[in-house]
């Protein structure tokens, strides 16, 4: 089995059930030093997301409100929302290890981690979503995370956007889900959405984690300081941290970030 012509056909696998199930097999053989790297091989340039065939895509605002959790419409887009982001970033991961080359196999051993573990939580969440007679594909999507792998074409740009800024971001946004979610009267959904999100928070940590390693490591093969990470984030997101009241503080430490990067985007003193 070849590693990338491997990793490019799972990459454009339109049908959900069918991209898992070659992962899981290419995945396998990976593990078992079955597969060979063709050092060579042309990366491609992907113009479309894996989903498009699948999902509806709209602009990010057209997308449907997380409203009234309390009925199964309100719970439906909730998980269908989170569920997306998983499997968005299922083809993120598989991308970071596809397009990049010449990294130690230390790099492309955590990214396939990485992706193995987004499967598991897509699953999860699609579990829910038919146990409400409901699908992946039933509501409409952006392309802002696909938007984003387009974008970054290196190491430094991809390592700093995605697991340390827009997998960050979820590190601030999950906890406020969940806060809102215990308010509401328990019933059996509500609870297993809870218990779903508080094992993909814990987990997405480990993450952002390896992103803030592999990111350091982009850092000194280009001979540029850590400081640069500001600068791409304002160069794509000019609109900065969305969340600076919101921080998960012990999360993004425990993740890689320094406390001076932590009251940077908070714009005052959180850590010390």
Same mark, same amino acid.
């Given at each position: 089995?070849?590693?990338? $012509?491997?990793?490019?056909?799972?990459?454009?696998?339109?049908?959900?059930?069918?991209?898992?199930?070659?992962?899981? $097999?290419?995945?396998?053989? @990976?593990?078992?030093?079955?597969?060979?790297?063709?050092?060579?091989?042309?990366?491609?340039?992907?113009?479309?997301?894996?989903? +498009?065939?699948?999902?509806?895509?709209?602009?990010?605002?057209?997308?449907?409100?997380?409203?009234?959790?309390?009925?199964?419409?309100?719970?439906?887009?909730?998980?269908?929302?989170?569920?997306?982001?998983? +499997?968005?970033?299922?083809?993120?991961?598989?991308?970071?290890? @596809?397009?990049?080359?010449?990294?130690?196999? %230390? +790099?492309?051993?955590?990214?396939?981690?990485?992706?193995?573990? %987004?499967?598991?939580?897509?699953?999860?969440?699609?579990?829910?979503?038919?146990?409400?007679?409901?699908?992946?594909?039933?509501?409409?999507?952006?392309?802002?995370?696909?938007?984003?792998?387009?974008?970054?074409?290196?190491?430094?740009?991809?390592?700093?956007?995605?697991?340390?800024?827009?997998?960050?971001? =979820?590190?601030?946004?999950?906890?406020?889900?969940?806060?809102?979610?215990?308010?509401?009267?328990?019933? /059996?959904?509500?609870?297993?959405?809870?218990?779903?999100?508080?094992?993909?928070?814990?987990? /997405?940590?480990?993450?952002?984690?390896?992103?803030?390693?592999?990111?350091?490591?982009?850092?000194? $093969?280009? =001979?540029?300081?850590?400081?640069?990470?500001?600068?791409?984030?304002?160069?794509? +997101?000019?609109?900065?941290?969305?969340?600076?009241?919101?921080?998960?503080?012990?999360?993004?430490?425990?993740? =890689?970030?320094?406390?001076?990067?932590?009251?940077?985007?908070?714009? $005052?003193?959180?850590?010390?």
């Amino acid at each position: 089995m070849k590693f990338y $012509k491997e990793l490019e056909l799972i990459l454009e696998a339109k049908n959900p059930k069918n991209k898992i199930a070659a992962f899981n $097999k290419f995945y396998k053989a @990976y593990k078992l030093g079955e597969v060979e790297c063709e050092h060579e091989y042309k990366s491609k340039e992907f113009d479309s997301p894996s989903y +498009y065939a699948v999902c509806k895509i709209v602009p990010p605002q057209d997308v449907p409100k997380r409203s009234n959790l309390t009925t199964r419409e309100g719970q439906i887009n909730l998980i269908h929302a989170i569920a997306h982001i998983e +499997y968005s970033a299922i083809d993120l991961a598989l991308d970071g290890a @596809y397009r990049f080359r010449g990294l130690p196999k %230390e +790099y492309y051993a955590d990214w396939l981690e990485v992706a193995d573990d %987004e499967i598991r939580h897509f699953l999860m969440l699609e579990k829910l979503l038919h146990e409400l007679d409901a699908k992946y594909g039933d509501i409409e999507v952006h392309n802002a995370l696909f938007e984003a792998s387009q974008k970054t074409q290196t190491l430094l740009e991809r390592m700093a956007v995605v697991p340390r800024y827009l997998e960050a971001n =979820g590190l601030d946004a999950t906890p406020m889900i969940l806060t809102k979610i215990k308010k509401l009267p328990k019933n /059996e959904m509500i609870g297993k959405v809870i218990s779903t999100l508080e094992i993909i928070l814990e987990e /997405e940590i480990e993450h952002v984690k390896k992103g803030d390693v592999w990111f350091n490591y982009a850092c000194d $093969k280009d =001979g540029v300081k850590n400081d640069v990470y500001f600068e791409i984030i304002d160069k794509y +997101y000019p609109q900065g941290f969305l969340r600076p009241k919101n921080l998960n503080i012990n999360a993004r430490k425990e993740a =890689g970030f320094s406390c001076r990067e932590l009251n940077f985007m908070a714009k $005052k003193e959180v850590c010390r």
